[in-house]
C-alpha cells in the first residue's frame, strides 16, 4: 500500500510538490494546524482523487497542551482531573471527536488514545473499547475509524507481550490498526535495540496475520523493517521529530523538528550531512537510487553552483520521495530488504578498510545500527 504524509508544522507545502504525489494521503495534525486551517486543508485535497485524510486527535499526552490542540472542540476541558480509566469519560471524548469529524469530512479518524504509564492488558482492552464506541458514533457519517495501538517498545522484549497486546487489539472492530511505537531513542538515531525491534516486528506481523491492516506511524528509514515484517503502510515527516514518537514530542516547540540539512543514502542505509555526501560522491559511491532521486539532483547542483545556500526543504524532499518509492518497491517485489541491510553493513565496513578512510561527520553515524537490524529480521523469522 502507498505512504502517508505524516503532516508537521507547514508541512503542507510538500504536498503541493508533484514529485511527491505518490503519498496515498495524509495524516493531519491538530497540534500545529487550527480546524479553520484543517479545514482549508481539506479543501485542497478534495481535488485529489483517492487521496485519503486522516484525522489523528493526537490526545497521547493531553496534559502537555501543546500547540493548536487546546482550540478543538473534541479537547477534553477536564484533562487535567479525568480518570483516564473512566470508559464514560471516553465516550464523550469519541462523541465529540466523532461530531468533529464528521463536520469536516476527513476520509477516516484515528481512535483517541494516551501514553499510559504502565501498557497494561487492561490499558490496551480500554484502548480498544474506545475505538469500538468512535466506530459506532460514526456510523452512517462515511467517515472510517482506524484503531489506534500505542504500544512502549520496550514492552515488547517480554517474550510473549506482543501476541498477547496482537491478541487484545485484534478484537478491535475497526479494519486497520494505525500504530505508534514509543521509546526513548531520540528522533535523529535509528533504533538499535534487538529485542525492541524483534518485539515490534512480531507485533506487526501478527496483528497482519489476523487480518487486520496496520499503518505504522512516526517512521524513519525502519520503514524497511516494518515492511518487511508485512505492514500495510507506513508515515513519516519531514521533521526529525515527526520520524520518532516520543514524549518529548509533545514538550517541544510545535514548530517540529531542528534545521539540520541533509540526505538519505540507501545503500548505506544512513543520513548524510552535506561533508558527508561531498565524501561519497567524489569515492563515486552515491548510489543508483539516490542520483536518481530528483532532489538529490538539485542538492548536487546547488552545493556546485551556489554553496553555502541553505537546502533544507530540498532535503526533506529528498528524504519523502525515497520513502514513498521504496515503500512502492517493497510492494512490487523489486527491493529486497535483507539483502540491501547485508550490501550496506558491507559497504560500512569498505568505508572503513580504505586508504584513506571515509568518516562521516557524525561520530555515531557509522553503520553500527544495521548489525542489529539484520539480527532482529533473522530472529523473528524464527
Not at 471516553?90 to 464528521?102: D, I, K, P
Not at 555526501?277 to 552515491?286: E, K, P, Q
Not at 578512510?357 to 539480527?375: H, T
Request: glycine letters at 8%; a negative charge.
Amino acid at each position: 500500500m502507498p505512504s502517508y504524509h505524516q503532516m508537521g508544522y507547514q508541512s503542507d507545502n510538500l504536498l503541493e510538490d508533484e514529485r511527491l504525489s505518490s503519498f496515498a494521503g495524509a495524516v493531519l495534525s491538530p497540534v500545529n494546524y487550527s480546524r479553520p486551517q484543517v479545514e482549508s486543508l481539506l479543501k485542497r485535497f478534495s481535488g485529489r482523487p483517492g487521496f485519503e485524510t486522516i484525522l489523528d486527535p493526537q490526545l497521547y499526552v493531553p496534559t502537555s497542551l501543546q500547540g493548536q490542540l487546546r482550540t478543538w472542540s473534541y479537547f477534553p476541558s477536564d484533562v487535567e482531573s479525568a480518570d483516564l480509566t473512566s470508559p464514560d469519560w471516553w465516550g464523550a471524548v469519541t462523541g465529540s471527536l466523532a461530531e468533529v469529524s464528521a463536520q469536516l469530512r476527513a476520509s477516516a479518524v484515528c481512535s483517541p488514545a494516551v501514553v499510559p504509564r504502565v501498557f497494561s492488558p487492561e490499558y490496551f482492552k480500554l484502548t480498544v473499547e474506545v475505538g469500538d464506541v468512535l466506530k459506532s458514533q460514526l456510523s452512517g457519517t462515511g467517515v472510517s475509524t482506524l484503531q489506534t495501538l500505542v504500544v512502549g517498545l520496550a514492552d515488547l522484549t517480554q517474550a510473549e507481550r506482543p501476541f498477547e497486546v496482537a491478541s487484545i487489539a485484534s478484537r478491535t472492530s475497526a479494519e486497520q490498526i494505525y500504530l505508534v511505537l514509543v521509546g526513548d531513542t531520540e528522533p535523529r538515531r535509528e533504533l538499535n535495540q534487538v529485542e525492541e525491534l524483534k518485539g515490534a516486528l512480531r507485533l506487526i506481523a501478527s496483528l497482519e496475520g489476523a487480518g487486520i491492516g496496520v499503518l505504522v506511524s512516526h517512521c524513519s528509514s525502519d520503514i524497511l523493517l516494518w515492511k518487511e515484517a508485512g505492514a500495510s503502510s507506513c508515515a513519516t515527516g519531514k521533521f526529525f521529530n515527526l520520524r520518532r514518537f516520543t514524549r518529548s514530542r509533545y514538550e517541544e516547540p510545535a514548530q517540529g523538528g531542528g534545521q539540520l540539512p541533509y540526505i538519505i543514502e540507501e545503500s548505506l542505509v544512513a543520513f548524510l550531512r552535506e561533508s558527508d555526501i561531498t565524501r561519497i560522491r567524489d569515492a563515486g559511491l552515491l548510489s543508483v537510487t539516490t542520483l536518481a532521486n530528483p532532489f538529490t539532483q538539485e542538492i548536487l547542483q546547488q552545493l556546485v553552483e551556489a554553496p553555502g545556500r541553505p537546502w533544507v526543504g530540498l532535503g526533506w524532499r529528498q528524504f519523502m520521495y525515497w520513502f514513498a518509492a521504496a515503500e512502492a518497491r517493497i510492494d512490487r517485489g523489486e527491493l529486497d530488504v535483507s539483502d540491501l541491510l547485508c550490501r550496506a553493513e558491507q559497504l560500512w565496513r569498505e568505508l572503513a578498510d580504505r586508504k584513506p578512510q571515509i568518516f562521516m561527520e557524525e561520530v555515531r553515524n557509522d553503520g553500527a545500527w544495521l548489525r542489529a537490524w539484520r539480527r532482529a529480521l533473522a530472529e523473528f523469522r524464527y
